[in-house]
């Protein structure tokens, strides 16, 4: 069965970083469309980034576009969302999504993922 295991995450300041990661583990098959999602409190469960296996089609919300970047690593079974310039909205447990990767992945669409990593809490304080 494939696992997804987020690391990172935590306090921050307003206006500074901080580093998400996501390895994938187990039976995993061909190459995978990676994605994270957040969810503040009393909100829905929201996409933040995504990125495809070979890292050509990325994918970013609105909210996050010019802070945020996602990157694969070098065995492309990894995702990292690197945070920028956070603002307090940006304060949610944050979700790591995959699914074997298709051209007709929909990025933004939590019912596109078969795999979720377990949440990590980021919290931004003015």
């Known amino acids: 069965q494939v696992q997804l295991i987020e690391t990172g995450g935590g306090l921050v300041q307003a206006g500074g970083s901080t580093r998400l990661s996501c390895a994938l583990s187990?039976?995993?098959?061909?190459?995978?469309?990676m994605s994270w999602f957040r969810q503040a409190p009393g909100k829905e469960r929201v996409f933040v980034a995504g990125?495809?296996?070979?890292?050509?089609?990325?994918s970013y919300a609105d909210a996050v576009r010019g802070r945020f970047a996602i990157s694969r690593d070098s065995a492309k079974d990894a995702a990292t969302l690197q945070m920028n310039s956070l603002k307090v909205e940006d304060t949610a447990v944050y979700y790591c999504?995959?699914?074997?990767?298709?051209?007709?992945?929909?990025?933004?669409?939590?019912?596109?993922?078969?795999?979720w990593g377990q949440g990590t809490q980021v919290t931004v304080s003015s």
């Open positions: 990125i495809s296996w070979n890292g050509r089609r990325i």
């Open positions: 999504a995959a699914v074997v990767d298709t051209m007709a992945v929909v990025s933004d669409s939590e019912h596109s993922y078969d795999y």
């Open positions: 187990g039976r995993t098959f061909g190459s995978y469309y």
